[in-house]
């Protein structure tokens, strides 16, 4: 009897990536393609031309089953994606992204079962399955990108809430009244503790501070990136190290409250921005104990994601197609 | 046969309140008891004969199978009351708060089982099954009584987390480095949406107004309650209406943030404070639609309790123990 296999996708704002999952949790066979399209069309098309393409590539092996899709405001009630600000092909006739309705699409051209969830959810069911979170019945995803995402998990399962939208933690306020969020309000966790907000940071604390030296200055205002920061800090810079202990020191005070919600058994941070943890670790536990309630002061596991970040996405998506 | 009863017993800071609950959810005989003993094993020996006086009472009706408790810093997981300040027999020999074994010892003194939960969960679960929120699988309970409690329902269960303690969100924080509150952190929602929160805010007005006139000058700075309050702001006292006002505002935002987590049906408001509704509801909506993400703006409904406040929390004990 031929294999059973099911197909992950991880849908990013750049590059869509695509991976073939065994019973055993190993990805066999995988592939990208760009997310950069203007037309849902062509997206469409290159996407399920490279889904038949894994398909024919692992025909030997064992049969494709079904297909799971983490997509960024990805709703797993009804399939769409809803409203998404970084996926151009979900924009409408008067440039404003719109309901996407992905998983009949991709359905109606693979004749597969699809499954969608929004990406942090893949990521926390990719942790739950295959890393640092396996065997967990209780924590929280925190996904430090380009903007910050979350799942929560509860008893085992991704929680979805009443419309299959929860988990918008990036958004909670970080500091009232602070930063413009592009969702539109004011202050939102991910207008800090992002690539974006290190870098929105950087540029504030130079422009603060116009006496203080750092390699930063070199780069054009504007054009700094969150990685030019983590290159100057990594070399010693103390403004580029400041600028990451403030992202923990507001990442840790809102960790406390995510606490004081569900009572996790741990924390999980993932993504590009997590790979400065040397940077910023220290403040943000720091933070998270000081702003915590005395039963949980100490007892609330901090764990950096160990998958590659494509593979927990394309695991965790695929996690729902079985 | 006999029809199958159960007790519910709502434990709180000055009284306990028991009731014998039928299967159609009627609460058929009840009492109530002091809490402010100074010894456990008056308090113990209270309650026991109270639960033995109810089980006599109803004996011809039925024959009571268990026992619900929703008590402060309830642990479902341990049948524990740990650490709750408001509980004076909770205390240990150095006059601090430890963990009382409560359910182990009313089952001792009973011969029943029992299961317990705080009292907000407990809150929670009466009005899923008999008031408001019926039918509603994914809520958040507010309870706001002398402290801000809550109790989050996803998926039609409470939500307890990893150990027993999730839905604090009295303690998450409204205001950074605001007013002190008795956990030790500050800036709690509870300092601010809760009877000694509109006493805070009253006569902090008061005293940042001198000028202003306000029926509640007449009442002594530091005796003034939450109920005077309410009576001033009746009569027309602009000062006292603000105070609301205020009030409403703080909690809307957080309200936001809540269901930015959990993605909730509704949002359900409960206890003494709740009953000012008319003078805070408005700002409270406004400030939670303000703060809300586009996908939620004007989608999640706000609901008042609709059970009497000892009733709910009777029956919602009650639901423990079927």
């Not at 996708?9 to 990805?27: F, H, P, R, Y």
């Not at 070399?235 to 996790?264: H, M, N, Y």
């Not at 000081?290 to 994601?305: P, T, V």
Request: with cysteine; hydrophobic share 40%; net charge negative.
């Amino acid at each position: 009897m031929a294999k059973e296999l099911v197909i992950g996708i991880d849908v990013g704002g750049q590059s869509t990536k695509l991976g073939v999952v065994n019973a055993e949790g190993e990805i066999i066979a995988q592939t990208v393609i760009s997310s950069l399209q203007d037309e849902l069309i062509d997206y469409i098309n290159e996407l399920t031309k490279s889904i038949k393409g894994l398909i024919a590539e692992t025909a030997e092996v064992g049969k494709v089953k079904g297909i799971g899709i983490g997509a960024p405001n990805g709703n797993y009630y009804k399939g769409t994606v809803e409203y998404a600000p970084n996926l151009r092909w979900s924009y409408d006739n008067d440039g404003k992204p719109t309901v996407i309705e992905l998983a009949a699409l991709v359905k109606s051209f693979t004749g597969l079962p699809v499954t969608i969830t929004n990406d942090a959810n893949a990521a926390a069911m990719g942790e739950m399955a295959y890393g640092v979170a396996r065997g967990m019945k209780n924590f929280i995803m925190i996904t430090l990108g380009t903007g910050v995402g979350s799942g929560i998990v509860i008893n085992g399962e991704v929680v979805y809430g009443h419309d299959g939208f929860a988990g918008e933690l990036g958004h909670t306020i970080a500091i009232r009244d602070g930063r413009q969020c592009n969702c539109g309000l004011k202050g939102c966790l991910e207008t800090y503790c992002s690539a974006m907000g290190v870098k929105r940071t950087a540029e504030k604390l130079l422009s603060n501070n116009p006496d203080r030296q750092s390699p930063l200055r070199a780069i054009e205002m504007g054009k700094i990136s969150s990685k030019d920061v983590y290159e100057a800090a990594s070399q010693g810079d103390e403004l580029a190290i400041e600028v990451f202990k403030t992202t923990g020191q507001i990442l840790g005070r809102s960790l406390a409250d995510f606490v004081k919600f569900s009572a996790p058994e741990a924390i999980v941070l993932f993504g590009g921005l997590a790979r400065a943890k040397k940077f910023f670790h220290e403040e943000m536990v720091a933070a998270m104990e000081e702003n915590q309630l005395q039963i949980w002061k100490g007892r609330i596991k901090i764990l950096y994601s160990s998958l590659k970040d494509s593979d927990a996405a394309i695991l965790g998506a695929s996690a729902l197609a079985w």
